[in-house]
């Protein structure tokens, strides 16, 4: 118990997930694979009290593809100054 109100100071993630565990849908996007989330989190065991109720019911929805932020940032770094883009 002591450690869940330790975590709760420490990560306000963590307070979030823990009002809303079990009351509500919680969607979490991210580009950072789960393996990651230690650098992120500052420990393992922070890491596994974040993760645990996000992954107890979990879908995982994988977007594999070009990344359209970075496509736009792309052309926007090529267009010269004070053009607008052409529309779609």
Known sequence: MLWHALLLLLSPLA???????GRTSLIVTTNLPFGNWVEVA????L???LLDPLTNRLHIL???G????LRETRQQLQ???GTTP???
């Open 62 to 64: 994988e977007a594999n």
């Open 42 to 45: 500052g420990s393992e065991r």
């Open 15 to 21: 307070a979030l997930i823990s009002r809303v565990y």
């Open 66 to 69: 070009p990344s359209y932020r």
């Open 79 to 81: 267009r010269p100054r």
């Open 86 to 88: 052409a529309p779609p």
């Open 47 to 49: 890491t596994r009290a």
